[in-house]
């Protein structure tokens, strides 16, 4: 089993591009997530996914749409793209967000520098 | 609200016991522990429960203080391995998403 995948590793955008950021998992889990990572905040929620056909804002949404394709995956859009969205991104995965005691699973992370 | 880590780093030798709280001003229901290394993803270590129950990993455990505002990660004879920073998730309710705090540095030297 992969785990969970995200592609691609490092990317380098101009400011007003848009990319989107792949995530897929191979688990089976209900419950999908979107962090970033910025030097000494820790990891902040972007949006999240508790079951096939939902979502819902985390704690920093704004600058960010996401798309749970299926049940595997899980997509993050950027539309345009500021420097301030320049971070490190975890997709992550969990069997049911209803239940606090199922651990998350991270994907490898996805380096985006805007310029 | 972000919980907030103590303390932020912390440098030990190799054998010795450590000790990583996470605060929080209300009650927490439950309080996932994940380490990270340096330019890895988190991995899970270890969740506890407000009733007490644990589940993870055999060398490490976890307690609540009295008020439940406050989780210890003890983490005994640590090993070189054990460097990295330790990042604690919280939520106050059951059904809540995982706040994370700013991490605890560790590191460990022989």
């Known amino acids: 089993n992969a785990g969970v995948t995200q592609t691609p590793k490092f990317q380098v955008l101009k400011t007003g591009q848009s990319m989107t950021l792949q995530c897929a998992q191979d688990?089976?889990?209900?419950?999908m997530y979107w962090y970033r990572q910025d030097p000494g905040m820790g990891l902040r929620l972007i949006y999240y996914s508790a079951s096939e056909g939902t979502t819902d804002k985390g704690e920093v949404p704004n600058g960010y749409n996401v798309s749970r394709l299926n049940k595997r995956e899980f997509s993050l859009r950027l539309e345009s793209a500021a420097p301030s969205q320049t971070s490190v991104y975890f997709c992550?995965?969990?069997?049911?967000?209803?239940?606090?005691?199922?651990?998350?699973?991270f994907g490898p992370g996805t380096r985006l520098t805007v310029l | 609200q972000q919980p907030v880590q103590s303390p932020q780093a912390v440098i030990l030798r190799e054998g010795e016991d450590a000790v990583i709280n996470c605060s929080s001003s209300?009650?927490?229901?439950?309080v996932h522990w994940y380490r990270q290394k340096h330019g890895e993803a988190p991995v899970f270590l270890m969740i506890l429960l407000k009733g007490g129950e644990q589940k993870g990993h055999d060398k490490i455990s976890a307690s609540f203080n009295e008020k439940k505002q406050q989780s210890s990660l003890y983490l005994t004879a640590s090993q070189l391995s054990y460097s990295g920073t330790y990042f604690c998730g919280t939520a106050n309710f059951g059904n809540e998403k995982l706040t994370f705090g700013t991490g605890t540095r560790l590191t460990i030297i022989p």
């Open positions: 992550a995965s969990s069997e049911l967000l209803a239940r606090s005691y199922n651990e998350q699973f």
């Open positions: 209300k009650a927490l229901y439950s």
């Open positions: 688990m089976n889990h209900n419950s």
